[in-house]
């Protein structure tokens, strides 16, 4: 399984952006697709999630963030809306056969792609 992200970049506060995660050797329609981000000294924590029958997002992006699977390109977007400063931190794509938890549990990581909102 290999996902690579793409996307991220710099942007002003009240700005958008979209993140790719492209996917080979794993269906992401099939299974739990998820976006995660850590910034230095912190946690990684969970911001969206998409599977079968569920879809999750922190609180703290809930209304600004969109996940949406594209089954024809085999990708799994994260629309970002309305970016505050808080949002900068590296993210990471998720995939996981494992949906219980409603993120993707033991799961496949991209390499990340950087996002900073200034």
């Known amino acids: 399984v290999q996902l690579v992200e793409s996307g991220g970049g710099s942007v002003q506060p009240g700005g958008s952006l979209r993140l790719s995660c492209v996917a080979s050797?794993?269906?992401?329609?099939?299974?739990?697709m998820g976006w995660f981000r850590q910034t230095p000294g912190k946690e990684r924590e969970e911001v969206a999630a998409?599977?079968?029958?569920?879809?999750k997002y922190a609180d703290s992006v809930k209304g600004r963030f969109t996940i949406s699977p594209d089954s024809a390109k085999n990708t799994v977007y994260l629309q970002m809306n309305s970016l505050k400063p808080e949002d900068t931190a590296m993210y990471y794509c998720?995939?996981?056969?494992?949906?219980?938890?409603?993120?993707?549990?033991?799961?496949?990581w991209g390499q990340g792609t950087q996002v900073t909102v200034s």
């Open positions: 998720a995939a996981s056969t494992d949906c219980s938890r409603g993120y993707p549990v033991r799961p496949y």
């Open positions: 050797g794993y269906t992401v329609v099939s299974g739990c």
């Open positions: 998409t599977g079968p029958s569920t879809t």
